[in-house]
Each structure stands twice: as C-alpha cells, then as structure tokens.
C-alpha cells in the first residue's frame, strides 16, 4: 500500500471501492464558518451557474467569502445564478460577479486570466469545476481536439497556469492575521482510475484524441481519459510549484445527481438508466459540493498534488 494512503491505487481503481466510496464511507462535511471563516477572501469558480459549481458558490458564501466569480460561458444563467445566490444572503456585504469563460476557446481563456490579472487583490480559492462529458464524438472548432479533452484538460490547466503567476504576486485580500496559502482545485473524477488509456503510448499524445473514432464511440472512456490527463498533469505540476505559492488539488465530488453533468443523454433510454443508477448509487449536489470544498477550502499542504475522495487523500 502507498504510504500515507488507506486503499492501494489498484482498489481505488476497483468498483468495489466506488461503492464503499459512494455507499458507505462518511463524506467530508458541509463546512460551517467556525471550520473556516473566508471574509475577505476572493473565490474563482468555472462552471459556477448550475450543478456542483453552483452548490459550491453558496457553501463558500455561508463561510464569508467577500467576492466571489462566478466564471461562465452562458453570462444570463450565471446572472440568473448570482442573483439566486444573493437573494438568500443577509451577513454583511459580500459581492458575486459573472465573468465571460469559455473554455472551449483559448482567446477566452487568455482574456479571462488577464481579467484576473488586473484585480487589486489575488483569488485565495480557484475551484476549476467546469467539465463536460459529450455523449457523441464532438470536436472543437478552432483546436481540432476532443471536446472533452479540450475544456477538461487543455483549457483548464492552461487557466491554471495563467493564474498561478498572478496568485504568487498580489496579495490576498483577506487581513495579514489570516493571510492564506491559496487554493485551486481541479475537480476531477474517480473515472480517471477507471480509464483504460489505450493513448499511453501514443506519441506524441494528444493527436491520438483527435482522431476521428473508427469503432464505437466509448464516451465515459474519452471523459475518463481527458479527467487522467488533467489528474497527472496537476500531479506533475505539483512537483514544480512549491506549496507555499499554491495548493494545487484534486477533489472528486462524487457521482452526484441533480447537476446538469449527463444532458446530452437526456430523452434517451441510456439517459433513462443512468439517471436510475445516479439517484440509487449518488448523492446531491450539496454533498458533491462540500467534498471538492473540503478540497479547495480545508485541505493542507499535504493535499498538494494529491486526488482527494471524501475529504482523504486517495492514490
Ligand atoms: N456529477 C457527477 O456525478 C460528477 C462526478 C465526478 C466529477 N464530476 C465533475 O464535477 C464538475 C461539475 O459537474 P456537474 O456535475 O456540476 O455538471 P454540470 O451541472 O453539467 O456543470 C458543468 C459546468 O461546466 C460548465 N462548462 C462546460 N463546458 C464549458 C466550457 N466550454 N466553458 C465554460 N464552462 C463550461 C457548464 O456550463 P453551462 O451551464 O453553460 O453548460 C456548467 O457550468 C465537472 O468537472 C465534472 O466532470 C461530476
């Protein structure tokens, strides 16, 4: 067994784990401000206007967080959402702003990132949530590459590394007392144990997804791969990055139902089962939110680099 680790990684690869996981194990808390009071602080979420994001958004404004961006690529539902999030909030001033992103285009990315970059005090908590699953082989436009490759991976860890430089110059805006290492997780998924990653010996790597398929279209195994490659790079990146300019993450929410995560297989007998299997083996997007929080809110240096399940750290 990996040390420091309760599974080995070939049993967290393993459905009997998944199911424990899902099933039986306690989950992290829902954190209250006496876990972690964020006044002061900013937060960055992608993908922040439904599901696990937008949970995620109110769970950090109970624990005080001062501005919170809400990162997307449709400005109306994240106008709608930051409108939502605000009606039930009465402790004191706290700002939620829609910012333009689109992970689908790098021009998007860039500008988003120097938006960022012209703000008087550095995000201490980036929750790089948005993802996609394409039910049917989608390819980007401008890129070429893999719809899931590209918004799962590409532009989320090129989003990263744009942000990286800006949270390690400015200061947080929280006061000096409480001055915090910033955080960015990168949700991921337990489905990046479950890949088969024919690709891995492709090289160079990334055109072996942008091949057009040839067979069956497996789309939980392209998902799955695009989670992996994001899960290894985050990994590497780590290794680089000294954990006192940031902790970088991995936080899974879990399979979580009642997100908008599987509406491309919505009206279909596969989207019928699935929503079967999701409400019988998942949880809410509450309990989703409050695992990648535990993540991006609670977890230490020993996090960083690390794919967190539960609040544990897992191989
Ligand atoms: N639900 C699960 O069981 C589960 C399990 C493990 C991991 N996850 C991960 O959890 C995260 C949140 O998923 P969810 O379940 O909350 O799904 P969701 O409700 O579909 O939310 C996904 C978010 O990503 C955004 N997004 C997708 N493509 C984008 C792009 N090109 N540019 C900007 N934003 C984009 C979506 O924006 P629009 O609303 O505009 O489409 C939406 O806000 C994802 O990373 C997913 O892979 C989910």
Redesign the pocket.
């Known amino acids: 067994m990996a040390s420091g680790f309760d599974t080995t990684p070939e049993q967290q690869a393993g459905q009997l784990h998944f199911l424990k996981s899902q099933i039986l194990e306690t989950k992290a808390p829902v954190l209250t401000r006496k876990d972690a009071d964020l006044s002061g602080q900013t937060a960055i979420i992608?993908?922040g206007?439904?599901?696990?994001?937008l949970e995620a958004a109110s769970q950090l404004l109970q624990l005080g967080v001062s501005k919170l961006i809400l990162a997307?690529?449709?400005e109306q539902?994240g106008q709608a959402a930051a409108k939502s999030l605000l009606v039930s909030r009465k402790d004191g001033p706290q700002k939620v702003e829609v910012w333009k992103?689109?992970?689908?285009e790098y021009a998007s990315v860039m500008a988003f990132a120097e938006r960022v970059g012209k703000l008087e005090a550095r995000p201490d908590i980036v929750l790089l949530?948005?993802?996609?699953i394409c039910a049917k082989p989608t390819f980007n436009p401008l890129t070429g590459h893999d719809e899931d490759v590209q918004?799962?991976y590409l532009s989320t860890v090129l989003l990263l590394i744009l942000l990286l430089p800006i949270l390690k110059a400015k200061p947080s805006a929280a006061i000096a007392a409480k001055n915090p290492v910033p955080h960015i997780s990168v949700?991921s998924?337990v489905l990046a144990h479950w890949s088969k990653f024919d690709e891995r010996s492709a090289d160079p790597l990334l055109p072996a997804f942008d091949a057009k398929p040839t067979s069956n279209w497996n789309m939980e195994e392209r998902y799955s791969a695009s989670?992996l490659l994001a899960l290894i790079f985050c990994s590497e990146l780590a290794r680089r990055i000294p954990r006192e300019v940031a902790i970088i993450n991995a936080p899974?929410?879990?399979?979580?139902y009642g997100?908008?995560?599987m509406?491309q297989t919505a009206g279909t007998v596969l989207g019928f089962i699935i929503g079967i299997y999701?409400r019988i083996f998942?949880h809410g997007?509450n309990v989703?939110a409050s695992q990648v929080l535990a993540a991006a809110v609670r977890a230490g240096p020993e996090s960083h680099g690390q794919f967190l399940e539960n609040g544990k750290l897992r191989p």
């Not at 949530?129 to 996609?132: E, P």
């Not at 899974?252 to 979580?256: A, C, K, R, S, V």
């Open positions: 992608t993908g206007n439904v599901g696990v994001g997307v690529r449709n539902s992103l689109n992970l689908s949530n948005a993802g996609i918004t799962n949700v998924s989670k899974t929410p879990g399979l979580t997100s908008s995560f509406r999701y998942g997007t989703g």
